[in-house]
């Protein structure tokens, strides 16, 4: 907080701050314990919008905090983004096409610098708006021809955003909730460094291959799975030929054979190996046989493939209230980058709303 040189604090922030990054201290209610005590509380996060008395800020996870200026008792801009403590370097950018080429839809199409994309529903990733910069005209304009193009498909319409880093969309997300648009799922991108991935032991027999073959597909615990779905994930597609040459991304399917012949996989997972970055998906373990360490087999086998091939640095998609998969990553190095999210527009109760994840 800003402290004056006769050591009071300050207010040090205006509405021309409005999508800076700010840290604030206000003065709530006293504790019914304590009638004299002042209770202070800190927000960090963008100065979203400033009007009629009330500041509303978005925090690193998207939580949106509204704040009454008289409560105010100290205020700064702080810098955009936090020092990572780990990790490799990474713009949220360079991050958001990485994660973009990894789930390739069926069919695109460019709206200014927005992305549109649509796979038949099958994951929000694939069916919905990636907005890396300027529509090319006025946002209500740019949300109206949205929703006509998912229209068009039978499909809801979802905006993709991000927030906690720096170069994120604090104030898209802003706007569209101003205008009804609601925000279904927040999940993070988690990065690690690709060595100490591939550096754990591989406990397990994991066999890599580029399709995913029945089994895999048995254990992949997604609804929808025929054509559509195959081309998202890499299957079978010229992707994998692509890779050999060079021209795209290389993509890995990873199986733990079952104990009996005929079972499902014991465990699966994908990769997506594209320049420097390897992207982890899908590892999934047979409830019965968790905590054994097969997890980490899958992903130190396919990390090591992706260094045969070039790759330094692993990203991964992690949702908030997955707290097992998010001691695992955290235990191979990962850490959260930046938080997403998807926004629906708003629609009648009982429309049809694309896959999860």
Not at 77 to 100: D, F, H
Not at 104 to 125: D, I
Request: aromatic share 6%.
């Amino acid at each position: 907080m800003e402290i004056s040189a006769a050591g009071r604090l300050e207010v040090r922030i205006t509405a021309a701050d409005v999508g800076k990054r700010v840290s604030v201290r206000r003065v709530g209610h006293p504790s019914a314990s304590a009638v004299t005590e002042e209770k202070f509380t800190d927000t960090v996060g963008v100065l979203t919008s400033w009007d009629n008395g009330v500041l509303v800020i978005t925090r690193r996870d998207g939580e949106v905090v509204r704040i009454a200026e008289s409560s105010l008792v100290a205020g700064k801009v702080v810098p955009a983004a936090p020092a990572r403590r780990r990790g490799p370097a990474a713009s949220y950018p360079e991050l958001a096409r990485i994660s973009a080429r990894a789930w390739r839809p069926v069919e695109s199409e460019r709206l200014g610098e927005w992305e549109l994309r649509a796979a038949a529903g099958f994951t929000r990733r694939a069916n919905c708006v990636l907005p890396l910069g300027d529509p090319g005209m006025p946002l209500d304009d740019a949300l109206t021809a949205v929703r006509r193009w998912y229209g068009d498909r039978g499909l809801p319409a979802y905006v993709q955003t991000a927030t906690g880093a720096e170069g994120t969309q604090e104030l898209l997300c802003a706007e569209l909730t101003e205008r009804g648009w609601v925000r279904e799922v927040t999940a993070e991108l988690w990065i690690a460094s690709l060595a100490p991935v591939a550096d754990r032991e591989v406990t397990a027999e994991v066999l890599l291959s580029r399709e995913a073959d029945e089994a895999w597909l048995a254990r992949y615990q997604r609804k929808g799975l025929g054509e559509v779905a195959l081309r998202v994930l890499g299957s079978g597609s010229p992707r994998a030929s692509e890779a050999e040459r060079g021209g795209g991304p290389s993509v890995w399917f990873a199986t733990v054979p079952g104990a009996e012949a005929g079972a499902p996989p014991a465990a699966i997972g994908r990769c997506v190996v594209d320049g420097r970055w390897a992207g982890f998906a899908a590892v999934e373990v047979d409830p019965a046989l968790r905590r054994r360490g097969l997890a980490t087999a899958v992903m130190a086998a396919l990390a090591g493939r992706a260094l045969e091939e070039g790759a330094s640095a692993a990203w991964l998609q992690v949702e908030t209230d997955n707290a097992e998969a998010r001691a695992l990553y955290g235990g191979l190095g990962f850490a959260a980058h930046h938080a997403y999210h998807h926004y629906r527009e708003p629609v009648a109760d009982g429309a049809s709303a694309a896959g999860r994840g």
